[in-house]
């Protein structure tokens, strides 16, 4: 079992539709959770960086992360085409910018 | 921008050949990070460094990989006698929550 599971997609959506993006995890020790956005070619953008249970919200996005059920998301509102991207979630044991376990990462179109 | 530099964005090689990448991250920051990404897959550790000390090294990187960092600032990775395996972009990261430069793409024919 991977130690972290991301459904690779592809996500078609309309724009301004709302982009619900899951990651599950398998090891309860994880506390740290990131969300990066990757467009073609280019390095991973950081997105959202969390370290507790609950949302955090920045602009039109929110992260959420249910440390019980080792399950975390990334809610995209109002979804433009420049969201068009693959996102890739990141768990790590610790913070202060320890070694990250990433997903696989989840390929996302938004449509005009 | 992330402030950190990567060089070369692209390098195409035939197989048997050495590479190198080159990384220059923003001063402050004293550890940095090398992640390979291959297609379809998500970023995976390499190594990481404390200033200049090499602090950590994943099972991934074979005796072929060498990484440095003089002084505690630039880091090099070097890849010796390339191999097909080895074609994927190459990330240097740093910081708290791990900002990336935009990578080196390695292609090896």
């Known amino acids: 079992q991977k130690e972290v599971e991301q459904d690779p997609g592809p996500l078609s959506v309309p724009e301004g539709a709302i982009v619900s993006l899951n990651c599950t995890y398998s090891?309860?020790?994880?506390?740290?959770f990131m969300w990066y956005r990757q467009y073609s070619r280019k390095g991973p953008e950081l997105l959202m960086y969390?370290?507790?249970?609950g949302n955090k919200e920045d602009g039109r996005f929110t992260a959420q992360v249910d440390k019980s059920s080792k399950y975390i998301s990334l809610f995209i509102r109002d979804s433009q085409p420049s969201d068009s991207a693959t996102y890739l979630c990141?768990?790590?044991?610790?913070?202060?910018?320890?070694?990250?376990?990433f997903g696989t990462g989840t390929q996302l179109k938004v449509e005009l | 921008d992330t402030g950190v530099s990567q060089d070369p964005r692209h390098k195409i090689t035939k197989r048997g050949q050495n590479v190198t990448f080159r990384c220059d991250p923003i001063?402050?920051?004293?550890?940095l990070y090398w992640y390979r990404q291959t297609l379809g897959q998500g970023p995976e550790f390499l190594t990481y460094?404390?200033?200049?000390?090499?602090?950590?090294k994943s099972r991934l990187l074979s005796d072929r990989f060498s990484a440095e960092r003089p002084k505690g600032s630039f880091s090099t990775l070097e890849i010796q006698r390339t191999e097909q395996g080895d074609s994927a972009m190459y990330l240097c990261?740093?910081?708290?929550?791990?900002?990336f430069g935009e990578g080196s793409r390695l292609t090896v024919l």
């Open positions: 990141a768990i790590s044991l610790t913070g202060g910018g320890n070694k990250l376990t």
């Open positions: 090891n309860s020790a994880f506390q740290y």
């Open positions: 969390t370290y507790s249970s």
């Open positions: 001063s402050e920051h004293n550890r």
């Open positions: 460094f404390q200033n200049e000390a090499q602090l950590e």
């Open positions: 990261g740093q910081g708290r929550e791990l900002f």
